[in-house]
Nanobody, 123 residues
Framework: QVQLVESGGGLVQAGGSLRLSCAAS????????MGWFRQGPGKEREFVAR????????DHADTVKGRFTISRDNAKNTIYLQMNSLIPEDTAVYYC????????????????WGQGTQVTVSS
């Protein structure tokens, strides 16, 4: 099993920045891909970004491309989501997810999930 714990959420003004972290523990050797998803008020959970654990190859949703950057630190078993130029529409609970294989952007393809961290962007 793999456990994922997110941190770094909070309240920020529009135009500001936050960095989310997700620490993985347990059988981290099973992880092939990790990603970030978010669920805003009254919305379905949506894909934000993903990264392949070994190669570092990344993929970002169009809604965050150019503003958010996913990265990883293999030595710390941690991934990050650097969020810049935040807008109120970015307000959501952000979830870290992990998969044992090559996955698409669909959340059903992920095996492990964190509890989420709240990000609130004020206008």
């Amino acid at each position: 099993q793999v456990q994922l714990v997110e941190s770094g959420g909070g309240l920020v003004q529009a135009g500001g920045s936050l960095r989310l972290s997700c620490a993985a523990s347990g059988r981290t050797v099973d992880i092939y891909t990790m990603g970030w998803f978010r669920q805003g008020p009254g919305k379905e959970r949506e894909f934000v970004a993903r990264i392949r654990w070994n190669s570092g190859t990344t993929d970002h949703a169009d809604t965050v491309k150019g503003r958010f950057t996913i990265s990883r630190d293999n030595a710390k078993n941690t991934i990050y989501l650097q969020m810049n130029s935040l807008i109120p529409e970015d307000t959501a609970v952000y979830y870290c997810a992990g998969s044992r294989g090559i996955v698409s952007r669909r959340e059903v393809s992920y095996d492990y999930w964190g509890q989420g961290t709240q990000v609130t962007v004020s206008s």
